[in-house]
């Protein structure tokens, strides 16, 4: 994956803020605002508090948001690393997200960003960036593909609570050489694959049990 300096993850988040001024008139941008500190593993509000016209154009290609944990691995500038709130309605709201512990080390410095969606579609519009959060109670560590400036997620596919899972593909992994990052890759695809596997179990679970509750309730009714 591509090399990703500060000066054109900065470019590219203006490039994106321009495009949706420029060619979006109707559009208000996307805001939003954060707590100061956010504890890890603890409940935090987040507030959006813009959104797309109703008589927009732009409402036929977005109808939802997305939100992302932006981070900036030391030496390099920040993006969205994995998402925190999927699918939200195109509305201005509070949401409530919980940033896991094995993100990034105690008292780093994070942002929350969010973006135009198409729900169930991973294409996002731009990214808006609120202003600087303190991430406490965290324990990740940078792996070593971070530190050398190399993506290793795409942050719309990613759920934030993989991320650790993420990491410990690329510290198995990742050799400082770009022909590395595949076996990486494909590690880090099987964790998005087993929490899947993991989620699909859980709900046939779920629905076995409520089949017994409803033959149980329909017996005691006869």
Request: glycine share 8%.
């Amino acid at each position: 994956m591509a090399l990703v300096p500060p000066l054109l993850r900065m470019m590219t988040v203006l490039a994106h803020s321009l495009l949706l001024i420029v060619f979006s008139p109707r559009a208000q941008a996307i805001g939003v605002s954060a707590p100061r500190t956010i504890t890890a593993g603890q409940n935090a509000t987040i507030s959006i508090t813009e959104t797309i016209d109703e008589d927009s154009e732009l409402r036929s290609k977005y109808d939802g948001y997305r939100l992302y944990l932006a981070l900036t691995p030391p030496g390099w500038g920040t993006g969205p690393e994995c998402w925190l709130a999927n699918n939200l309605d195109l509305s201005p709201q509070t949401v409530n997200i919980v940033i896991p512990t094995d993100v990034a080390p105690n008292n780093t410095e994070v942002r929350i960003a969010d973006s135009f969606i198409k729900k169930g579609s991973e294409k996002e519009s731009g990214y808006s960036y609120s202003s600087t959060v303190t991430f406490l109670g965290g324990n990740g560590t940078w792996s070593q593909r971070e530190l050398n400036g190399r993506s290793m997620t795409n942050a719309n596919r990613l759920p934030c609570f993989l991320l650790g899972c993420v990491r410990q593909c690329n510290d198995r992994y990742y050799t400082g050489e770009e022909s590395s990052e595949k076996a990486a890759d494909d590690c880090s695809e099987q964790c998005l694959k087993n929490s899947r596997a993991s989620s699909m179990k859980h709900l046939s679970m779920v629905a076995v049990l409520m089949g017994i509750v409803t033959c149980g309730l329909a017996q005691l009714v006869l």
